[in-house]
């Protein structure tokens, strides 16, 4: 691995987990090009140019209200402050739109930052350097606590000595400012699995530049969510290194076979992609105009063709997204939480030809690709290995079609909480309270404060952008859908093969069988001729003596070994039903013949009236056959 950052240089940055140069920064806003009105764009920033001191540079704004918290927060909230204080740097400057315009005309209406990276500890860090502390910071501070909790309730173990833990998928509003004056001033905390390729086996290709070095140390790499392939993501807590070499893409490798194909491969992704795994994208949106993003290291994939997942989100999903806000008045309401949407379009859709026409060998190509070869093999020999293989791939399409549906239901979530507050429903409210609860997943609720203050807070902003949210919401769930058709049309293809292989299988081991009893008869009637003729050789007596004595003998045990072969294999079931039987009702006689006894002798050897006694007769008795 490269490592153009020196991780531990001398002064300000020795003990900093994050510097400017792992931040990927991205400005949106309305660019005047010269002729005609401004246009929406996006442009890539410099981490060079965020003009961050490096000295100590405390914050008088987070500093005034900590005599309110208790020894731990303080302590924590001091490390956060001295490891991530200087992003406040990185925020765009304060002001209306016309004290924002530069000598070009430029607008900047949102700051977007990438970190590829997932450390949990970014989160609250991130936060605490971008907010505006300035603004309400009780509420900046209660935010805070919550994306602790959050990360608490949603972390998960896979396999805690290899492969670390990650991110149940969820979705959690936050905290926000009181006022909020013609834009969207909601801070949101979300993670979204998300399928991607690499290389396999081995580690892939090093980074084209250095990000956080915490990822060389075992220690600091244990804290981190590391990449999990497609097995391990569904089986957690199993390890799965023995199946991998098994998988779709691993096995299925049609560029060996096309040259066309190679070409087109090697042309657009540089390696051979090989292997599925599953990645997670956090969202974090700040306030309007800030939000960041997380995601695992992919820089050693090529910005263009659009690869990484921030070349993805910046050259593919917003370019979509602006070709829907042509107008000018569309265009000014863009703002952190649509962008949101955008980079959840680029993460969902990185693999998938539903959200790009010109991705090659999509994983549903993949799939249908392999899935060509089975049938091939199907009508050619059909075997219990072709089963397997099928099963295989029925078991992956099951954990690929899981994770699409849990992302269906964040967006889902997400479109009726933005709904429940643009269109001025009442809010569902708990019962005895004046609060809202929104329930995201069975491990993470938030309270969201009375419902008078979310609408002065959100409503008339969000009512702006009714029809933007709902629009590019609503896309997003449309292509997951129609991805989600294709490979159902795959698993029910699969299962007609995999009923059709069981099928012919099954009247293959039948001929199997009649062949097997052919040669089972001919091994019957050849032994025992082996074994005379194996006894009669020795050097005892001559075998001219011993002929006629040879073929009566032979003859004899012959007929013998077949009969007593022809009546087992074919009268052997029914005469162990008889014995069974047999041995049952035997019990039954003799349990009943001594108890019967008993009560006659009983009965019969009762005194009478007069004295006497009954005389027991055997003869009363019932006998075996009547029984029977």
Known sequence: MSNNVNVKPEGFWHDKHLSPSQLLVHDIGLYDGGAGPPKLNIEEKPSSSLQIPEEEDANPNVAHFEDGLTYSERYKFNALKHRYGWMRHARLPAGTGREEKTVRNNFRKCRWIHIPSLFPEYLQGVFLGLSDWADDPENKLTALRQIGECINGNERFSKPDKDGKYFAPFFTPLSSSSEDTGSENCAILASFPFLDWTVYPGPPPPPRFQVDGRQEHPAARLMSHPLRSLLQYYYRLEDTSDREKFQVYTRHKPWNTNREIDLKVRRWYGVHPNSLLVDEMWILVIDSRHIVTFSSNQTWKSKWPPLQLSARIAEVSFRGLKSKLQMSERQRTYTALIHAIACVHGAVGLIHRNFWTDVPLPCSDRFSGLLGVLQYRLYRSPSTKLVMDLLQVQDELNIILQIIKKQEQLLTSLQEYFNEFIDGTKPPMLEGTGQRRVLINSTTSTDLGTRDTWRSRFQPSLRNNESILTTVTSDVIDRLRQEEDDLNDLKTNTNDLVNRTVQLVNIRIEDHGQAILVFTLVTVIFLPLSFLASYFSMNNVELA????????????????????????????????????????????????????????????????????????????????????
């Open 545 to 628: 003596h011993v002929q006629a004595t040879f073929w009566i003998v032979a003859a004899v045990l012959t007929l013998a070994v077949v009969g007593a072969a022809s009546i087992i294999a074919f009268y052997g079931g029914k005469a162990m039903d008889k014995f069974f039987v047999f041995k049952e009702n035997r019990r039954f006689w003799f349990g009943r013949r001594s108890r019967d006894v008993q009560q006659y002798t009983t009965m019969h050897n009762a005194p009478r009236n007069d004295g006497s006694f009954h005389v027991l007769d055997y003869q009363a008795y019932p006998t075996r056959s009547a029984l029977w």
